[in-house]
């Protein structure tokens, strides 16, 4: 039997990186990105599917209804949400499943799994926050002072989070994200049969 997975919650500000940072950690054996249901326009770049599934407003009431997600959020006016059909499975396989979600939605998700690990991914500073987000160019000004509005009460949430990781260098947060996992990989709370099957009494 596998061992049960690490539900990962991974919050940060909008331009904190989330996405940079995870398309690295991705190609890593056994990390499973969940991926989450939104009504917010499709960026050009992104793939329906792939970083969200873009849906009307009215299919994701539907799913609401339906008791299909895990949970949701309003964000900037469009709703965010994790759907749930596949989280225990991948979580029963062993899976390190990820899902990148606001502050809301992480402390929902606290509640309903008390093991989850969270990690709140943090700019070097609010400075380099705005260049990022002016430089994507996938919003426009007025959005980008709502988010930046946002983003200073989300970080205000970090120290709610298990862990905090700087995204300055790619590589480095990366690399802190991966320390992260193998840390908790081996608590010994998620680690109870291991001694028994040592000496073979399971
Ligand atoms: P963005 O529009 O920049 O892709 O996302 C806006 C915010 O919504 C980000 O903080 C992102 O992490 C969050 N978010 C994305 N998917 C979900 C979700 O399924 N649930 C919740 N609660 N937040 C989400």
Redesign the pocket.
């Given at each position: 039997m596998n061992k049960k997975g690490i539900l990962l919650v991974l919050?940060?500000?909008?331009g904190s990186g989330?996405d940079t940072v995870l398309n690295e950690l991705a190609k890593d054996d056994g990390i499973q990105l969940s991926v989450?249901?939104?009504t917010?326009a499709k960026r050009d770049w992104e793939i329906d599917g792939t970083h969200?599934y873009f849906v009307t407003p009215e299919y994701f009431k539907r799913k609401i209804e339906a008791d299909e997600v895990l949970?949701?959020?309003v964000?900037?006016g469009?709703y965010?949400?994790?759907p749930k059909a596949a989280i225990d499975e991948w979580l029963n396989e062993g899976k390190t499943v990820v899902?990148?979600?606001?502050v809301?939605?992480?402390a929902?998700i606290r509640r309903i799994y008390p093991d989850a690990v969270s990690v709140f991914l943090l700019p070097p500073s609010m400075k380099v926050l705005e260049e990022r987000l002016f430089r994507r160019e996938s919003e426009d000004t007025e959005e980008i002072k709502r988010r930046l509005k946002i983003a200073e009460s989300?970080i205000l949430q970090a120290e709610y989070y298990d862990y905090v990781v700087v995204n300055d260098v790619l590589d480095y947060a990366v690399s802190d994200l991966r320390t992260i996992i193998s840390a908790e990989n081996k608590k010994t709370s998620r680690n109870k049969d291991l001694i028994n099957k040592i000496l073979k009494r399971i």
């Open positions: 919050s940060g500000p909008s989330k989450s249901m939104t917010r969200y949970e949701y959020t964000y900037s469009n965010y949400g994790t899902l990148k979600i606001e809301e939605g992480a929902n989300e």
